[in-house]
């Protein structure tokens, strides 16, 4: 059975001022930003760029498509 490959992108969601990213784990960007959209539906999610060649296929032969954490919340000035 041949395993599907997984990708790990950094994506940022804005719901009003509040700003903050999660890491991301799925089969493609386009499933990732459609997983944290599903969960954050009333913000506006984006892929945070320049996307760390080194850590953007997964290499974990039984990798499962997942938010993996977030990163530190961001306020912006008013």
């Known amino acids: 059975m041949e ?4 990708v790990k992108v950094s994506v940022e ?3 009003g001022t509040a700003r903050f ?3 991301v784990q799925a089969r493609s960007i386009r499933k ?12 506006e999610v984006r892929v ?3 996307i760390e060649s080194s850590g953007f296929f997964v290499e974990e032969p039984s990798a499962l498509a997942r938010i993996v954490g977030t990163e530190q919340a961001h306020q912006e000035a008013a």
């Not at 395993?3 to 997984?6: G, P």
């Not at 599903?38 to 913000?43: D, E, L, T």
């Open 13 to 15: 969601v804005r719901s």
């Open 32 to 43: 990732a930003l459609s997983m944290v959209g599903g969960r954050y539906p009333q913000g």
């Open 48 to 50: 945070v760029f320049p």
């Open 3 to 6: 395993q599907q490959k997984m």
């Open 21 to 23: 990213r999660v890491g």
